[in-house]
């Protein structure tokens, strides 16, 4: 079975300053899908970033950026000059290519300080 | 275009009663999901639709829960005899389904449901 862990539960950072989200994974899979959402206090869960597997390029949203290491199953989220509508609860989620199962780790809480 | 939408948003009901949350995601997404999320977790998987497909039912905690979904569209997840762990939001999802591509989901606002 597919797992998505998140070892920081809660993570702060300044205003305009660059944090990095972590995230692993275990599945036997060679090609999947892995995800990463925003959900606000406002509970709207968003996509925030998506990466193919099988692409070596890192994706990037133009703050959102992120560190994915195929071979450690390591997807990190970097959030660049974060401002504070960053603040917000970020899930990491992975897709088998086939099927239409999601697994999402447990969440990390942001903080941004002014 | 119209996203996908829950109803009620927030709903209290005493323990015991049945409870309805209704889901309506976006036109011609084929696959449909419902999660749970307790107050500051994660979100547990209960249920998904795919098209004609029979749901995979397999996050469902207890029989006190099902759902359904009508016309390959609108979903209704029903909770009876409802428990005060049966609190929190829950969250519905829709996406175009399939077996290739993406197909992120895309989440509705959640019913916050209270049982007191």
């Known amino acids: 079975a597919q797992t998505v862990t998140q070892s920081q539960p809660e993570m702060s950072v300044q205003e305009a300053e660059t944090v990095t989200l972590s995230c692993t994974y275990d599945?036997?899979?060679?090609?999947?899908?892995l995800f990463w959402y925003k959900q606000p206090p406002s509970r709207q869960m968003i996509l925030v970033i998506r990466q193919e597997a099988y692409k070596q390029q890192n994706a990037t949203e133009n703050r959102f950026s992120v560190n994915f290491q195929k071979a450690a199953k390591s997807f990190s989220l970097k959030i660049s000059d974060s401002q504070l509508g960053d603040a917000a609860m970020y899930f990491c989620a992975y897709r088998r290519r086939t099927g239409n199962q999601f697994y999402f780790g447990t969440g990390t809480s942001l903080t941004v300080i002014p | 275009g119209a996203g996908v939408s829950q109803s009620p948003s927030n709903k209290v009901t005493e323990k015991g009663k049945d409870v309805e949350l209704r889901c309506d995601p976006i036109s011609g997404h084929t696959a449909l999901y419902w999660y749970r999320q307790s107050l500051g977790q994660g979100l547990e998987f209960l249920i998904y639709?795919?098209?004609?497909?029979?749901?995979?039912k397999s996050g469902l905690p207890s029989d006190r829960f099902s759902a359904e979904r009508t016309g390959g569209s609108v979903s209704t997840l029903t909770i009876q005899r409802t428990q005060q762990e049966d609190s929190a939001v829950y969250l519905c999802?829709?996406?175009?389904?399939?077996?290739?591509?993406?197909?992120?989901?895309?989440f509705g606002p959640g019913t916050r449901l209270t049982v007191t």
């Open positions: 599945t036997s899979e060679s090609d999947y899908y």
């Open positions: 639709f795919q098209g004609n497909s029979a749901p995979d």
């Open positions: 999802a829709s996406s175009l389904g399939g077996d290739r591509g993406f197909h992120e989901q895309y």
